[in-house]
């Protein structure tokens, strides 16, 4: 079993930064990638960005490029999402996710059904 904790979820004014983080611990051996999505009320669930395990590619939704940016320390096993020019539109519980399919690829990066493993959420709130 693999564990996700998020932390780093707040209130922030429209165009503030946050920065989200998301510890994984537990059998984290045979891990894919991680990443994050986001859910608003009354909404589907929507893929954020996600990131190679070994750190070297890194995915991202098309509206969010630019704004969003996701990273690894593989010391902490910990992934960020760094957020900035932050807008009430990213107002969401902001989940990780994690997966150790083998069939993971660029292709199935955005699909939430390929990450097998999934934190509680954190919530952010953008203030206008």
């Known amino acids: 079993q693999v564990e996700l904790v998020e932390s780093g979820g707040g209130l922030v004014q429209a165009g503030g930064s946050l920065r989200l983080s998301c510890a994984a611990s537990?059998?984290?051996?045979?891990?894919?990638?991680m990443a994050w999505f986001r859910q608003s009320p009354g909404k589907e669930r929507e893929f954020v960005a996600a990131i190679r395990w070994s750190g070297d590619s890194t995915y991202y939704a098309d509206s969010l490029k630019g704004r969003f940016t996701i990273s690894r320390d593989s010391a902490k096993n910990t992934v960020y999402l760094q957020m900035n020019i932050l807008k009430p539109e990213d107002t969401a519980v902001y989940y990780c996710a994690a997966t150790d399919n083998q069939f993971y690829n660029s292709g199935t990066s955005y699909l939430k059904g390929i990450y097998n493993y999934w934190g509680q959420g954190t919530q952010v709130t953008v203030s206008s």
């Open positions: 537990g059998r984290t051996r045979n891990m894919q990638a």
